[in-house]
């Protein structure tokens, strides 16, 4: 069990109608998938399962799980047990596709630096907004998510576009509100990657990495 994830004594999880494999969709909210077991915190409409998903998965051998615009939603170092922890849920071989805001998008469209200090005004609490609205707690890049993956022990990190996916059944799958943009920069990152080998001394890089750079400066 990844440090920081913590799993509740709770029933059996609940298998796929037939009793196929799982396929998992964390932090579903409102938009639950037809066909896939549906986890969020909240006890809404559609919600299969009503559990905190940083405190780990009780399922085994699933055949997939999707992650929409979830993980910004956790602290950084929540985010990488909780990757860790898809990856032990899953079968092997299987995968995990997933959103986030893509933090180099918010960056370039934000703020300018040669604009009027009106427009600045704005700016400035847009970009905060970015960072803080919608209880986000950090943004990532790609390059960073990517390394997030491998160190969790993923490989075939790859990065998709909204509605697209080599895999069947990641087609047509995201339900959030999305915005024009660009290959070279889209406002918003979906990875998918399959699970691989543990990476310990990747992982136990990455964790020091965040205290060095992030985490020892926040605040007790």
Not at 68 to 76: A, M, Q, S
Not at 191 to 215: D, I, N, S, V
């Amino acid at each position: 069990m990844p440090s920081g994830l913590r799993r509740r004594d709770r029933p059996p999880a609940p298998r796929a109608e037939g009793g196929g494999p799982v396929r998992l969709h964390v932090g579903a909210g409102r938009a639950p998938l037809a066909g896939w077991v549906n986890l969020d915190v909240q006890d809404l409409p559609g919600i299969d399962v009503v559990a905190d998903a940083t405190e780990g998965l009780a399922f085994d051998d699933v055949e997939a799980i999707f992650a929409e615009h979830f993980l910004e939603h956790l602290p950084v170092d929540a985010a990488v047990d909780f990757l860790a922890e898809c990856r032990r849920a899953l079968a092997p071989g299987a995968w995990l596709r997933l959103s986030t805001p893509n933090l180099e998008w918010v960056w370039l469209t934000h703020y300018h630096q040669g604009a009027p200090d009106a427009e600045k005004e704005r700016m400035a609490l847009r970009s905060n907004r970015a960072f803080h609205g919608w209880r986000h707690r950090f943004l990532w890049n790609r390059p960073l998510l990517g390394c997030a993956l491998r160190a969790c022990g993923f490989d075939d990190v790859r990065w998709c576009r909204w509605g697209e996916s080599e895999l069947h059944l990641f087609r047509g799958i995201e339900r959030h509100e999305t915005y024009e943009d660009s290959d070279e920069l889209p406002h918003v990152l979906i990875a998918e990657a399959r699970r691989g080998e543990p990476r310990p001394t990747e992982l136990a890089e990455l964790r020091a990495l965040l205290a060095e750079e992030f985490l020892g400066y926040l605040d007790d």
